[in-house]
């Protein structure tokens, strides 16, 4: 019984870490797409994106099998009540590479903008951020959480100041109009990866250690952990912020 | 936080020159339900009988410490047994009625308190049944044998021969093990509700059954009380790792 119920565990632990990872590469080609415009990269993670639809409703149905033959409690409880959450956690970050890779067609034809407002910048920040993330999952190493945190403080702020640029390009280049807008879509899908990456990083916390510091400001996690970006999460749960592309 | 019901200060207790309880000290609070878990022989069952002094019974057993319950220690040589028992009752893991009706099984306790009004003994005997939530199954066939019922209407038939001599405190020692899911669930059901006016401690191996039922858990192993808190805590995030291997299924 007991060496079932641990092997039902570790196939767990190793679909989340495949979906992780996938989910890892989808945002990474996203981003990669997005730097070099390159339209056959966007379209590869377009595609394959039903890969982590898979995964996700395979993860979601063996958590719900585990609940309801083996009445897990204590870690066990955590990992299980977690494993859900983070699961839908990564299938988001996939639904935002797919929605930042259908806009790279419509910034194209004018590219040079992303180096000139520093958005490969921000695009290696949210790469970096979801690596790290992915990675404190496998380790479950929760010292490094904190630097999520930060790390989604910065991209956050990034994201307002590259933000108010595009605004000011727009009102004195009315050709980039078009462009812009497309841009300011990717900005906010950016905007959430480091949201759910918070999510996730919350999870592996109460997985490991038992405390829920969701909601909670007062993490130490930096200056800005005010207004930072456990802010994020929360602004991401409406549904209508995770359907709009 | 409720008032101690119950309270034990460095209990210890010998079956011979074995030690099966280790200097256990713990406040049990009134009405509510506290369970006890761990592995057979870790001593829950004898810390259970402590509390009203059914090892008394068992030749060459030594208790040093003590237990309060309503600050006076039943220990005390000046405490009379059969009124401790009368306050602290008890439901055991088998029913064992006795073969007599199931009128005279919950009327016994009284009779033998020398009530002997018959429309007394009939007010106490349907109170105590309807408490028991049993009155409904077995109201129009009192003066039946009770050892015609179910094993699950014989233990909640055993839980109301208890509440008839009006006891403050119910121990339980695994009063469901032998019986189906859903007698199991009545047994439940009426724990929720006797936990009102009783202060109930329960023994049980069945860990979801502890979650269920129990305000309170205490993890014992090898005759220590190795963790003592909130059932709630304790399922979720318990403070000591060897609590943590036990309800997890991961022991030894």
């Known amino acids: 019984m007991e060496r079932h119920f641990e092997l039902e565990l570790e196939k767990l632990n190793k679909r989340l870490l495949k979906m992780g990872s996938l989910v890892y590469d989808q945002v990474h080609n996203a981003l990669d797409a997005l730097l070099a415009c390159n339209i056959e990269l966007a379209q590869q993670v377009i595609d394959t994106d039903n890969k982590v639809d898979k995964l996700d409703v395979k993860i979601d149905k063996l958590c719900q099998r585990i609940f309801a033959l083996t009445q897990p409690v204590a870690t066990d409880l955590r990992l299980i009540m977690s494993a859900l959450k983070m699961n839908n956690d990564l299938e988001r970050l996939g639904d935002l590479a797919v929605n930042i890779s259908e806009k790279i067609e419509g910034i194209s034809e004018y590219k040079e903008i992303l180096t000139e407002l520093h958005v490969d910048e921000l695009a290696n920040m949210a790469d970096l951020i979801v690596k790290d993330v992915v990675n404190i999952l496998h380790t479950r190493n929760t010292t490094f959480v904190k630097d999520i945190f930060t790390s989604a403080s910065a991209i956050e702020e990034k994201v307002q100041s590259?933000?108010?640029?595009?605004?000011d390009e727009m009102m004195h280049k009315t050709e980039v109009i078009v462009v812009a807008t497309n841009l300011m879509i990717i900005l906010t899908q950016i905007d959430r990866i480091a949201g759910y990456s918070t999510n996730i990083a919350e999870s592996i916390v109460f997985i490991v250690e038992g405390r829920m510091i969701k909601h909670k400001k007062a993490f130490s996690h930096g200056e800005n952990s005010d207004n930072g970006s456990e802010a994020a999460p929360e602004s991401e749960a409406t549904p209508e912020s995770n359907d709009n592309p | 936080m409720k008032e101690i019901k119950i309270r034990t200060k460095d209990l210890t207790l010998y079956y011979g020159a074995k030690m099966a309880l280790n200097s256990i000290t713990m406040d049990i609070p009134e009405k509510e339900v506290t369970a006890f878990i761990g592995p057979s022989g870790c001593g829950k069952s004898t810390f259970l009988r402590t509390l009203?002094?059914?090892?008394?019974?068992?030749?060459?057993?030594?208790?040093?410490?003590e237990v309060l319950v309503d600050s006076l220690n039943i220990y005390d040589k000046q405490i009379d047994v059969v009124n401790l028992r009368k306050k602290v009752g008890m439901v055991f893991q088998k029913s064992n009625p006795f073969a007599k009706s199931i009128f005279?099984?919950?009327?016994?306790?009284p009779r033998i308190n020398g009530i002997n009004n018959k429309s007394k003994l009939e007010e106490i005997v349907e109170t105590s049944l309807k408490k028991a939530f049993i009155w409904e199954e077995v109201k129009d066939r009192l003066n039946d044998s009770a050892m015609g019922l179910s094993g699950g209407q014989q233990q909640r038939m055993c839980i109301a021969r208890t509440l008839a001599v009006e006891p403050e405190i119910i121990l339980m020692d695994e009063p469901a093990s032998a019986l189906d899911p859903i007698s199991t669930a009545k047994i439940e059901e009426l724990i929720?509700?006797?936990?009102?006016?009783?202060?109930?401690?329960?023994?049980?191996?069945?860990?979801?059954?502890?979650?269920?039922?129990?305000?309170?858990?205490?993890?014992?192993?090898?005759?220590?009380?190795?963790e003592f808190g909130k059932t709630k805590k304790i399922f979720t995030t318990p403070d000591k790792k060897h609590t943590e291997e036990y309800i997890t299924g991961r022991f030894g």
């Open chain 2, 192 to 226: 929720f509700e006797l936990k009102k006016n009783y202060t109930i401690v329960i023994v049980t191996h069945n860990m979801q059954q502890a979650a269920r039922v129990s305000d309170l858990t205490a993890f014992f192993y090898l005759g220590e009380l190795i």
């Open chain 2, 52 to 65: 009203n002094r059914m090892n008394d019974l068992i030749p060459n057993v030594r208790v040093t410490g």
């Open chain 2, 104 to 109: 005279e099984n919950v009327a016994y306790g």
């Open chain 1, 162 to 167: 590259v933000s108010a640029r595009i605004l």
